[in-house]
């Protein structure tokens, strides 16, 4: 799972005067932990597993005061693999974020580079995923839908929503200010192909709304993958999905409802999901939610029932403890499949999969 948050500052500047205008930030997530799979591929596995509850990332913010509300920005951001040490499979040394743009206070921000897309932005970065709080990457949606057929896909069905953050490559992105609570932003990927200039781009709009403890939003992305068959070049995958969340002190409640079609195959599925996080003390959180997904008659009717639940105890502000469980029941003759499993043959040989977790979680 892919989110973001700067704990640390360090000037790489050596005058004063320029460190008080320019900054750099070095921050980073490390979750790491233990995972029991009731079924993958017919046999249970109890395993080390590593970027669940949060991703585990490394990255660099940095801004420089250009002057009249106006600013330089860059982002550099890698995802790893505590386990090994590794960069993940098939991912540069930045493949999660690099991006370098301007942002003003006036006009908003245009940046360009390898970015997320507004389902991630406007849904799950927003807190307006029940997900996002309740369980991590395995709380994601994913199921009996390894026929969506994603191309570039781990299973074809792999976070079809693309809320566990999926990148662009070579877009650009356009955010706008806050005005009366409304924020809106919209992006467009270059595919580069010489010929066709559609083949291989994208594009995403995202909308949002925040007044006082209560938020929404909505997004839309379309991704043209190129040369995915020599018949018809250009498959457009297609998603959109609203969601809201509400403060209310102790309590953070959200709904989400998200889609995805591919529109080379016929397949399609969406999903309904609602949860809740308690903060019980300033040190334990007990956060769950449901999710029903359902797809079309391209992948047989399919459909899932989810719940998952996490409980966490914070050790400090950087560094939490945490268990965690997650069922999934497909229909019958369909095999379960929670987000995250992604190995060879990863589904359940039946329409039942469950996972329980216990981990570690910290900051810098």
């Known amino acids: ?91 540069g040394l930045f493949g999660r974020e690099a991006y370098v743009g301007l942002q003003d206070t006036h006009y908003g921000s245009l940046t360009l580079g390898n970015q997320f897309d507004f389902m991630f932005e406007s849904l799950a970065r927003a807190h307006n995923d029940p997900a996002f709080f309740s369980g991590g990457l395995y709380a994601f949606r994913a199921g009996p839908f390894t026929g969506l057929d994603i191309p570039n896909n781990p299973t074809g069905g792999f976070d079809w929503d693309r809320l566990a953050g999926e990148q662009v490559h070579n877009s650009l992105k356009y955010q706008s200010p806050t005005w009366a609570g409304v924020r809106v932003g919209a992006m467009y990927a270059f595919g580069g192909v010489p010929g066709q200039f559609s083949a291989g781009s994208a594009v995403s709009f995202g909308v949002n709304y925040d007044h006082g403890p209560f938020g929404m939003g909505g997004a839309y992305t379309e991704v043209r993958y190129a040369g995915a068959t020599p018949v018809d070049p250009l498959v457009p995958v ?103 499993v992604v190995d060879a043959d990863a589904a359940s040989s039946s329409p039942t999969q469950a996972i329980a977790r216990a981990g570690i979680q910290t900051s810098f």
Not at 282 to 294: D, H, V
């Open 238 to 340: 297609r998603n959109w999905g609203v969601g809201a969340h509400y403060d209310f002190g102790k309590v953070i409640a959200a709904a989400l409802f998200t889609t995805v079609r591919n529109r080379f195959n016929g397949a399609a599925v969406y999903a309904a999901e609602a949860g809740a996080s308690w903060t019980i003390t300033p040190a334990w959180t007990l956060a769950g939610n449901y999710t029903y997904m359902k797809g079309n008659d391209t992948v047989s009717n399919a459909h899932a029932n989810q719940l998952a639940a996490t409980f966490s105890y914070s050790l400090s502000k950087r560094t939490l403890v945490y268990v965690q469980g997650i069922y999934q029941r497909a229909n019958s003759g369909a095999d379960a499949l929670i987000c995250g």
């Open 1 to 91: 799972m892919k989110y973001s948050t700067s704990l640390a500052l360090a000037c790489l500047l050596a005058s004063g005067s320029a460190c008080a205008q320019s900054s750099v930030q070095i921050y980073g997530l490390i979750d790491a932990g233990l995972s029991w799979v009731s079924n993958e591929g017919g046999h249970s596995n109890f395993k080390f597993a590593d970027g669940i509850y949060t991703p585990t990332l490394f990255g660099l913010l940095g801004s420089e005061d250009l002057g009249g509300g106006t600013k330089a920005v860059f982002r550099l951001e890698s995802q790893y693999q505590i386990g090994g040490g590794n960069i993940l499979p098939g991912e």
